[in-house]
C-alpha cells in the first residue's frame, strides 16, 4: 500500500487545514486509517483513527476541533483540523493496518506509512 498525504500548510491560530491521504495499490476498504504529528523535538503521536468498520478515535487534546473521515470510493483519508493551535504544529503523516482495533492508537501498530506533510500554526 502505498500513502500519499497532503494538504498542509501555514495557517493563523484559529484557522483550519484539511489533509488528504491517499491510498494506492490495497483493498483500502479493509485498513483501519491512522493520522500521527510530531512535532521538532517530540516524538511521533497518536491524532485520530478511521477503522474499517467505522470507529473513530481521538486523541483527547484535539476532540472537538479535529475530525477524521474516509471515502472509500475514493481510497482517501481525511483529517479536518478546526480552531488550530500553536501546538497544533507538526509534520502529519498518515497510517494504514490491518491491527485489532485495541492498537491503533499505536504506533508500531501501523504496517504502512506515507510521507509527512507540514502543518505550521502561528500565534
Known amino acids: 500500500v502505498q500513502l500519499q498525504a497532503s494538504g498542509g500548510g501555514l495557517v493563523q491560530a484559529g484557522g483550519s487545514l484539511t489533509l488528504s491521504c491517499a491510498a494506492s495499490?490495497?483493498?483500502?476498504?479493509?485498513?483501519?486509517m491512522g493520522w500521527f504529528r510530531q512535532a521538532p523535538g517530540k516524538e511521533r503521536e497518536f491524532v485520530a483513527a478511521?477503522?474499517?468498520?467505522?470507529?473513530?478515535k481521538y486523541t483527547d487534546t484535539v476532540k472537538g476541533r479535529f475530525t477524521i473521515s474516509r471515502d472509500n470510493a475514493k481510497n482517501t483519508v481525511y483529517l479536518q483540523m478546526n480552531s488550530l493551535k500553536p501546538e497544533d504544529t507538526a509534520v502529519y503523516s498518515c497510517a494504514a493496518t490491518t491491527t485489532n482495533w485495541g492498537r491503533v492508537t499505536q504506533e508500531n501498530g501501523y504496517r504502512y506509512w506515507g510521507q509527512g506533510t507540514q502543518v505550521t500554526v502561528s500565534s
Open positions: 495499490g490495497g483493498t483500502f476498504r479493509s485498513y483501519s
Open positions: 478511521f477503522g474499517w468498520s467505522g470507529n473513530r
